[in-house]
């Protein structure tokens, strides 16, 4: 069994409920509100930035051949919007020097 796990929205929530003490309805919809402001913001190819955490960016690629990787034939890549995130010198720093228990 891995000892890793995924943080989820439900997880989010429950959080906010518990350091704040809201109803766990009304911390669902704070998580989930700001949640869609963040992909609102990103569709209208605005950058959102979270002091502390990181900075997600829409980026424009451009049209471009590339290849079947199980074929190796040429194969043309279309233009597309990726977002890309870059996290803050303060998440490097914590994540970096986090210990991990054995």
């Not at 997880?11 to 998580?31: I, P, T, Y």
């Not at 079947?68 to 043309?76: D, L, Q, R, V, Y």
């Amino acid at each position: 069994m891995s000892d890793h796990h995924t943080l989820t929205r439900a997880d989010l929530c429950e959080a906010v409920h518990e350091d704040v003490g809201l109803s766990r309805q009304e911390c669902s919809n704070m998580v989930e509100r700001t949640l869609e402001l963040i992909v609102e913001s990103l569709e209208r190819g605005e950058t959102v930035k979270l002091s502390g955490f990181g900075v997600f960016q829409v980026r424009e690629k451009r049209a471009r051949m590339g290849r079947n990787p199980k074929t190796g034939e040429p194969a043309a890549i279309n233009p597309r919007r990726v977002i890309s995130f870059r996290a803050s010198q303060i998440m490097k720093g914590r994540v970096h020097h986090a210990v991990v228990k054995a």
